[in-house]
């Protein structure tokens, strides 16, 4: 079996799938915010202690289950922060993960190929709507032509326009015009095109907004998952103006409901703006596109141990527990005055 885990701006997931299916039988979620530990562009030292040990808990998950190989990803979590180096080398040293930052491109590109059965639909465009970035690829076109990227997503948005947990009317115009002129700069299709287009919808933002569209329109569950644009834009107005809203995101995105509306704002202007016909939902995402085009060798990466190569020994009485603290005392004051004098 083969795991991944994916450190992105809203949370830590983690798939695992059986050798060259890249179909997850298992699937773990944390809701572990990377963008809420940033202050001053940076990581804080709290925000690396917790993908540290979310990092360290998949690891052992991944033992319980028996996985063979085990890969790290980071998306757009660590593209725009100033530490990433930092946080990639302190987590390495306390897990051993390698962790692999994807550029918006490539995780479009995975995205893509986990996504491939959509290809006979008509013109499938894959949309992305993740915390800190949007990703689009049309999957009539080769490798990586056809795909655009965003550098913002709907976290972005959410702490850039919203003072609140959720956007008011004013907000919600200021939030649109903005994504009307970010629209504007990249190639993607628009309703003037002619043709007949198929949206498919990844990502775990993507899932929830289909998670609290089929719980509002008590739609049952099926294989195929599929949204229509008017219904939704009705959500949409209700998620906005509705003071009984709180229920039904907190039922099915707990984790999320500080910019799921955001993200459903976003998607409905999305939609509005392209010639769909149809719109679908996917359960494939940039996990299990990684594992194809590694298996196709179209991505060379570096796996990650399954275990910390240097094991925190075990504390296992209240000497060795005091004796332990006095040595990271000792320590922390040592570099203190390291610092002191070089300084």
């Given amino acids: 079996m083969i795991a991944v885990v994916d450190i992105s701006s809203t949370s830590m997931s983690m798939s695992v799938c059986e050798d060259e299916s890249f179909k997850p039988i298992y699937k773990f979620r944390e809701g572990l915010s990377a963008i809420s530990y940033i202050e001053g562009g940076k990581v804080t030292e709290h925000g690396i202690d917790k993908i540290a040990d979310r990092i360290a808990i998949f690891q052992d998950q991944c033992v319980k289950l028996g996985v063979d190989k085990l890969y790290v990803l980071s998306t757009a979590a660590m593209r725009f922060i100033n530490n990433a180096d930092e946080v990639f080398s302190i987590v390495r040293e306390r897990t051993g993960a390698n962790i692999i930052q994807l550029d918006g491109e ?18 499938p465009i894959v949309i992305d709507i993740g915390g800190a970035s949007i990703e689009f690829c049309d999957l009539t076109k080769d490798g990586k032509n056809g795909i655009h990227c965003l550098d913002f997503g709907a976290l972005t948005l959410k702490t850039k326009f919203v003072k609140s947990v959720y956007p008011n009317k004013d907000e919600c115009t200021k939030i649109k015009k903005y994504l009307k002129k970010a629209f504007a700069k990249i190639n993607i299709p ?26 509002y329109y008590d739609i049952p569950e099926s294989e195929e998952m599929v949204i229509d644009c008017d219904k939704l834009n009705k959500l949409a107005k209700k998620l906005i103006e509705a003071p009984d809203r709180s229920h039904l995101l907190i039922k099915n995105a707990p984790e999320k409901i500080y910019f799921i509306v955001v993200a459903i704002i976003t998607l409905v202007q999305i939609l509005k703006r392209l010639p769909y016909e149809k719109v679908v939902v996917s359960d494939g995402g940039v996990k299990e596109g990684f ?3 590694v298996h196709s060798g179209d991505i060379q990466a570096e796996l990650s141990p399954l275990s910390p190569e240097n094991k925190v020994k075990e504390i296992n009485s209240v000497e060795e527990l005091t004796e332990h603290i006095k040595k990271q005392q000792k320590a922390a004051k040592h570099g203190k005055g390291k610092q002191h004098k070089n300084s």
Avoid: H
């Fill in 190 to 215: 628009k309703k003037a095109d002619k043709g007949s287009y198929t949206a498919v919808l990844v990502g775990a933002t993507n899932k929830s907004i289909y998670e609290i569209y089929r719980d």
């Fill in 106 to 123: 490539t995780e479009a590109y995975c995205d893509c190929a986990a996504n491939q059965s959509f290809k006979d639909m008509p013109t």
């Fill in 291 to 293: 594992l194809a085009l």
